[in-house]
Nanobody, 124 residues
Framework: QVQLVESGGGLVQAGGSLRLSCAAS????????MGWFRQAPGKSREFVAA????????NYADSVKGRFTISRDNAKNTVYLQMTSLKPEDTARYYC?????????????????WGQGTQVTVSS
């Protein structure tokens, strides 16, 4: 069982930056692939970024490539999402997820555990 707690969301102006954190419980964190997804009001949940167990492999949605960076610290059981050059269309609730597959999957169905999310609002 893995519990995930996100933090770092907030209100930021367009062009600004935020860093989201996701703290995971459990001693097997390093064996999980980790991902970030987001959901805006009235829209379905969408993939944002994912990272493999070692941090050596990552995947990004086209909409965030070059602006967002996912990383992980297995010693701290934490995954991060550094977001820069934020746009109003990035406004959403951001969710951290853990997959028992170690690869950086872009498919929500591959993730077994989800956090409660943290709200990111980007004003224009």
């Amino acid at each position: 069982q893995v519990q995930l707690v996100e933090s770092g969301g907030g209100l930021v102006q367009a062009g600004g930056s935020l860093r989201l954190s996701c703290a995971a419980s459990g001693r097997t964190f390093s064996s999980y692939g980790m991902g970030w997804f987001r959901q805006a009001p009235g829209k379905s949940r969408e993939f944002v970024a994912a990272i493999g167990w070692s941090g050596g492999r990552t995947n990004y949605a086209d909409s965030v490539k070059g602006r967002f960076t996912i990383s992980r610290d297995n010693a701290k059981n934490t995954v991060y999402l550094q977001m820069t050059s934020l746009k109003p269309e990035d406004t959403a609730r951001y969710y951290c997820a853990a997959a028992t597959v170690a690869i950086p999957s872009i498919v929500a169905g591959n993730y077994n555990y989800w956090g409660q999310g943290t709200q990111v609002t980007v004003s224009s």
